[in-house]
């Protein structure tokens, strides 16, 4: 793992330590506990770069956004793409939401793309995920799209949420992070380093 990553990772575990007695912590933890999850595993922090030379095939998938828009791979071809698996009542993805917009927000400027895959909602519970939390990406909706869910399943489990996935500009799972980002710096690295390669 890089210097770079290891030095993000040290950040987030001090922001994590510092922010651990705040009450909005707390209420989104009660959240997950009391059940609010539907079902769906808690990834465990775990992130992975893959070298280029070991990259699997490009990702193909084709879904429905929350606007009722087609959304697939081919919208996103030669561009770096990161994927995050969500839902609306899962504690740690409210969590991460403003970290996701944020790296977003700092990335989109160098080329970087960023889908939601909303895991279990409905178009109107999603989207008034995004508007509460000021998301300004899309999301396709993989509930009861079966060729959405298997599109992804080499990658992740769509029963993990949240996971974020960062393709590379051939489509290829570059890195992958199973949990709740902790704050921006190790996604916002991942993205960078993608968007630096030479493929």
Known sequence: MSRRI?????????????????????????????????????????????????RGASVRFSGTAVDGSTISSDDYAGEVLVLNFWYAQCGPCRAEAPFLQSAYEETSEDGAEFLGVNIFDGPEQAASFDEEYGIGYPSV???????????????TSLQAAPTTLVLDRQGRV?????????DDSVLRTLVTDALAEDL
Do not use: H, M, Y
């Open 6 to 54: 290891l030095a993000a990772l040290a950040a987030a575990a001090l922001a994590v330590t510092l922010s651990a007695c705040s009450s909005e912590n707390d209420d989104l933890q009660k959240v997950f506990r009391d059940g609010s999850n539907q079902g769906v595993e808690l990834g465990d922090g775990r992130i992975r770069e893959i070298p280029a030379a070991e």
């Open 141 to 155: 909706l993989a509930r009861g799209d079966v060729d959405l869910k298997l599109a992804f399943a080499d990658w």
């Open 174 to 182: 570059a890195a992958s992070l199973f949990g709740q980002l902790q």
